[in-house]
């Protein structure tokens, strides 16, 4: 009779584990401040969809879009607290951490988003993913936005255009010396904010990528927006060491895969947006852009080319040079 109680109070506990798990999934926080329809945006809801599919039950991803739990400047401090899981900081938001990112803001360094993409697949675009791990964070993924455009309510075609005016930036010191070079004021300001400050005229331009320029109806309060294509911003997605180490293995492997997954379809959306945002951003009528001469363009190039030796020793020449081996 005993081996009879016995054996059913083990098989209630067999049974009893696997309803246990579904009734507590693992939950991933997924933290970010853009819209839910830029590249970013679709990127962490296509990864929930996907994990949904192939965890369900034992995996739930939460997706926090537009700052709702915390803007960039916080959400690496919360990630290390466990308060948060996944995030996709612009690259520009790692300095703390490693000052090998801030390679990305370096201007004019890339010739397109496909030199991006090149630099990034290279062994040293994959090292840098890995280059924060003993400050408690692993990379697991680059994510495109795109190449970043200058807007202000004047027109920019010379970089003395430029100067005396204030422009928002990250809180990026190769960004505030990119400024600085051209006779501009830079403000580091929460993404948040932009859009406050162009319109009650707080700062005079901006810096961003067409998509983030229309999901955020920043053409609405600018009247030019000058096409430079001078810089990138990029997204890393991004988790703690320790909660990704704790995860069960086959739990973290499928992860994975969802991830990379999610990664070709955010970076096939932002090169479409990249098109279809900037020509609706035309079809508005609300901002003229301005496409640069040839030589006006050198005229960019030259005035922010020498902020490169400033952060060359900080960077890596090394790094600087596999980035620009990219564009060939």
Request: hydrophobic letters at 45%; proline letters at 4%.
């Amino acid at each position: 009779m005993r081996t009879m109680i016995a054996g059913l109070m083990l098989a209630g506990i067999l049974l009893a584990a696997p309803l246990a798990q579904a009734e507590n999934p693992i939950v991933i926080k997924f933290s970010h401040v853009v819209a839910e329809n830029t590249p970013k945006g679709q990127g962490a809801q296509k990864f929930a969809e996907l994990v949904e599919e192939r965890l369900a039950g034992r995996v739930v991803v939460e997706v926090f879009p537009n700052s709702q739990l915390y803007g960039d400047n916080k959400v690496l401090e919360a990630m290390l607290l466990g308060d948060v899981h996944l995030a996709a900081p612009s690259l520009s938001k790692f300095k703390r951490y490693t000052k090998k990112l801030q390679l990305f803001d370096l201007p004019f360094v890339f010739g397109d988003i496909a030199a991006v993409e090149r630099f990034q697949r290279s062994p040293e675009g994959k090292t840098l993913l890995r280059s924060m791990e003993k400050r408690g964070l692993i990379g697991l993924a680059y994510w495109h936005n795109g190449m970043k455009q200058l807007s202000a309510n004047r027109p920019l075609r010379v970089p003395a255009d430029a100067k005396g005016l204030k422009f928002r930036i990250q809180a990026s010191d190769v960004l505030a010396a990119q400024f600085r070079a051209l006779g501009a004021t830079p403000l580091k300001k929460p993404f948040s904010e932009v859009f406050t400050l162009l319109q009650t005229k707080g700062i005079d331009g901006q810096e961003n990528t067409w998509s983030n320029i229309y999901s955020k109806k920043f053409f609405e309060v600018q009247d030019y927006i000058t096409e430079t294509d001078h810089g990138v911003i990029d997204y890393m997605v991004v988790t703690s060491t320790e909660f990704w180490r704790g995860l069960p293995g086959d739990v973290r492997t499928v992860l994975e895969q969802c991830i990379a997954e999610a990664t070709a379809y955010a970076n096939r959306v932002a090169l479409e947006k990249a098109v279809s945002d900037r020509q609706k951003i035309v079809d508005s009528g609300r901002s003229t852009i301005l496409t640069l001469s040839t030589d006006e363009r050198v005229q960019w190039v030259e005035a922010m080319r020498p902020v490169w030796a400033q952060f060359e020793d900080v960077i890596d020449r090394e790094l600087i040079e596999a980035a620009l081996a990219a564009n060939e």
